[in-house]
């Protein structure tokens, strides 16, 4: 049977199936007797929107923030566990940190100190080294004399030692990087893959020694009471809530916009992620109980104009318009550098598309 | 690709979005076809539906359950039956455009039937009785799509009720009455709906002219509902040899929706066997300009005295 003869015997199946593919609306009518689906759109008013701010702990960041500007200053904390007390015959020892290359990072200095007390790793912030104390003096209790100066560069920072030196380390409660000039940068913390190390070098041989604590501690400013920000490190929160209109009971939200507009990002990144989450609660302070995020968006840095899908806010205040307690917004995660934006006050806007439910099968 | 196995795999007559979606067993009698013999009989119907509407055309191709039917002799004349059929479809699979607004509305399941019944054979009439149960899920997804962000809602029904049948048939007539029907529609686990479903005379007559059997079936359905018509249906059937025709119209209990369709059978003696018959039924429904074009090739495979002849053997 010839190719010819093939395609024409199959050409009504063929025919048959192309048909049975398209997604035209032919008998849409028929559906239309179950309700009508006419969609309608609302704008919600916006009844509030305010910043709350924390320092929050970010042990678990896959970064190492390190520096300062007028308003910020980060610090890096290390500890190391050495496995054994005292080394001898080594031809070098030196501390490696490598920078993160997703971030636009400044050059920077800075110096080292040996630090006097412990800190927690998942529980330091800037005034606290663990929940239950704080620092005697916040950003850390460390020796006022530097242990040596160095300058963050290029792919990694290498620090050399000496026998001095690394005794003094390994008596120590860890070490906290502290920066002496402007800018930013960014290291991998054991969590982001390269953990910073210390490697002892001896007859051809290296023994690395990971860091076995690090994390960074924030200080930053604080809003003023007409300024909504959202940021990351020094956690800032814009806390938004809208008015439920009666218009949307019993209807079912399909589309839900928010839009806002951003004017200042301080970021060292090229984008950034904002998310939002609901509050279970009225709104009390910071650590109000929310849900999980219910929106993710990248941004680039410098978009005037965000656009955030905020159906799941939308289906939730339409079947539970008392739990209408308003939503964060956020920068996502919070502890993964130091960022900021400044959104445009008065220039939020929740467009709600929806439409009214189909009436089930009734007899 | 995935649209055509979901094609496959779904029936879709585009009005059974309503009530309680599309009755299969119009012109169904309760009779046996033969009372002296066991029967086992198994039945495949896909189907291929061709919608139109203002030059639009839309395809979907769909199988019912497998039936499956049971007969055996009894002593004194009683005879025994039983078997699976769909009663109502709810499958569906329909688009809606609006500027800004896109729905695609799927709907699937049914009411099923298992029946059982009894037939006894008296002088030159059979006496026929049978009880069903129905039950079944059902479930339509609906999707909503605005400015390419879409959500979906689902309904949820599960069916149990019960219907009966009655009849006479006597070579040259037959009357059946289906009543006592209900089922409970069971809404999203949550609201319950006792259904009245609807009453049905079933009148038959059988001449022969020469070598013709004709049959002549009028069918009145009585609904205890004034949202659904009480139709009245006819067939027309003629028979000769292994050829057999049949005209029907079959107007819904949905309002305004009618349905005219041709059912062409060839019957297969298989020696030694049964039967096999070849069905194929072209109707067309229709409703405010929607027109439904079914064809659906039905094969049936009875085998006859399967176990006696094993016996035999």
């Known amino acids: 049977m010839g190719m010819i003869t093939l395609m024409k015997r199959c050409m009504l199946l063929t025919f048959l199936l192309f048909l049975a593919c398209n997604e035209l609306p032919v008998g849409g009518d028929e559906l239309r007797t179950r309700g009508d689906f006419e969609p309608q759109f609302l704008d919600l008013t916006l009844f509030s929107s305010f910043t709350e701010f924390k320092e929050l702990n970010v042990g678990s960041s896959t970064n190492l923030a390190l520096g300062m500007n007028d308003e910020y200053e980060a610090r890096t904390m290390l500890s190391f566990e050495f496995p054994d007390t005292v080394y001898q015959g080594l031809d070098e020892i030196k501390m490696i940190l490598n920078l993160k290359d997703n971030f636009n990072n400044d050059t920077l200095a800075f110096s080292i100190h040996l630090m006097d007390i412990e800190f927690n790793e998942s529980e330091a912030t800037w005034t606290r080294r663990s929940f239950d104390e704080m620092w005697l003096a916040p950003g850390g209790d460390f020796s006022e004399d530097s242990l040596r100066y160095g300058v963050a560069e290029a792919d990694s920072v290498v620090l050399y030692f000496n026998y001095l030196e690394l005794a003094q380390i390994q008596a120590a409660k860890g070490i906290i990087l502290v920066p002496r000039d402007s800018g930013f940068c960014y290291f991998s913390s054991k969590e982001g893959g390269k953990a910073p190390r210390i490697e002892l070098k001896k007859n051809e041989t290296t023994l690395p020694i990971l860091a076995k604590t690090d994390c960074h501690i924030v200080t930053g400013p604080e809003p003023a009471l007409l300024d909504d920000w959202i940021g990351a490190g020094m956690v800032y929160r814009d806390f938004v809530k809208f008015n439920y209109d009666s218009l949307l009971d019993s209807s079912i939200a399909v589309y839900a916009e928010l839009s806002f507009g951003c004017s200042e990002y301080f970021c060292h990144r090229d984008s950034l992620e904002i998310g939002v989450r609901q509050l279970l609660e009225p709104f009390s302070n910071f650590d109000t109980p929310t849900g999980p995020l219910i929106t993710l968006k990248r941004i680039g840095v410098g978009d005037t104009l965000v656009t955030l899908d905020l159906v799941k806010y939308a289906q939730r205040i339409i079947d539970h318009p008392d739990s209408n307690f308003g939503f964060y917004i956020q920068i996502t995660p919070q502890g993964i550098d130091v960022s900021r934006v400044k959104l445009v006050r008065g220039s939020y806007r929740l467009n709600i598309g929806y439409v009214l439910p189909p009436e089930p099968r009734e007899f | 690709m995935m649209s055509i196995l979901v094609a496959f795999l779904i029936n879709a007559s585009v009005f059974s979005v309503n009530g309680i979606g599309e009755d299969l067993s119009v012109f169904r009698a309760p009779f046996l076809k033969a009372i002296n013999i066991g029967q086992l009989g198994f039945t495949i119907n896909p189907e291929y539906t061709l919608l139109a509407q203002d030059g639009d055309y839309r395809g979907i191709f769909w199988?019912?359950?497998?039936?499956?039917?049971?007969?055996?002799?009894?002593?004194?004349?009683?005879?025994?039956?039983?078997?699976?059929?769909?009663?109502?479809?709810?499958?569906?699979?329909?688009?809606?455009?609006?500027?800004?607004?896109?729905?695609?509305?799927?709907?699937?399941?049914?009411?099923?039937?298992?029946?059982?019944?009894?037939?006894?054979?008296?002088?030159?009439?059979?006496?026929?009785?049978?009880?069903?149960?129905?039950?079944?899920?059902?479930?339509?997804?609906?999707?909503?799509?605005?400015?390419?962000?879409?959500?979906?809602?689902?309904?949820?029904?599960?069916?149990?009720?019960?219907?009966?049948?009655?009849?006479?048939?006597?070579?040259?007539?037959?009357?059946?009455?289906?009543?006592?029907?209900?089922?409970?529609?069971?809404?999203?686990?949550?609201?319950?709906?006792?259904?009245?479903?609807?009453?049905?005379?079933?009148?038959?007559?059988?001449?022969?002219?020469?070598?013709?059997?004709?049959?002549?079936?009028?069918?009145?359905?009585?609904?205890?509902?004034?949202?659904?018509?009480?139709?009245?249906?006819?067939?027309?059937?003629?028979?000769?040899?292994?050829?057999?025709?049949?005209?029907?119209?079959?107007?819904?209990?949905?309002?305004?929706?009618?349905?005219?369709?041709?059912?062409?059978?060839?019957?297969?003696?298989?020696?030694?066997?049964?039967?096999?018959?070849?069905?194929?039924?072209?109707?067309?429904?229709?409703?405010?300009?929607?027109?439904?074009?079914?064809?659906?090739?039905?094969?049936?495979?009875?085998?006859n005295e399967l176990f006696a002849r094993r016996r035999k053997q």
Do not use: C
């Open chain 2, 63 to 303: 199988t019912n359950p497998l039936k499956f039917a049971i007969s055996a002799p009894l002593l004194g004349g009683f005879s025994i039956m039983a078997g699976n059929l769909e009663r109502f479809s709810q499958n569906y699979d329909i688009y809606v455009r609006d500027s800004s607004l896109q729905i695609h509305a799927l709907g699937e399941g049914g009411i099923e039937e298992i029946y059982a019944g009894i037939n006894k054979r008296l002088g030159n009439f059979d006496i026929v009785a049978t009880g069903s149960f129905l039950f079944g899920n059902a479930w339509e997804i609906w999707n909503y799509t605005i400015s390419g962000y879409t959500i979906v809602d689902t309904f949820l029904y599960r069916y149990r009720g019960r219907i009966f049948n009655v009849g006479v048939k006597h070579g040259l007539f037959s009357v059946a009455y289906e009543g006592f029907g209900q089922t409970r529609m069971i809404k999203l686990e949550q609201d319950t709906v006792m259904i009245d479903l609807a009453q049905r005379l079933t009148v038959g007559l059988y001449p022969r002219i020469g070598q013709w059997s004709l049959g002549l079936l009028y069918g009145h359905s009585f609904w205890n509902n004034d949202n659904y018509d009480s139709p009245h249906r006819f067939r027309i059937q003629a028979l000769r040899g292994p050829l057999g025709v049949a005209l029907m119209y079959n107007p819904w209990y949905i309002k305004d929706v009618n349905e005219y369709g041709v059912d062409v059978d060839y019957a297969i003696p298989l020696r030694n066997v049964g039967s096999a018959q070849l069905r194929m039924t072209i109707a067309l429904r229709e409703r405010d300009g929607v027109r439904e074009f079914k064809f659906a090739p039905q094969l049936t495979l009875v085998l």
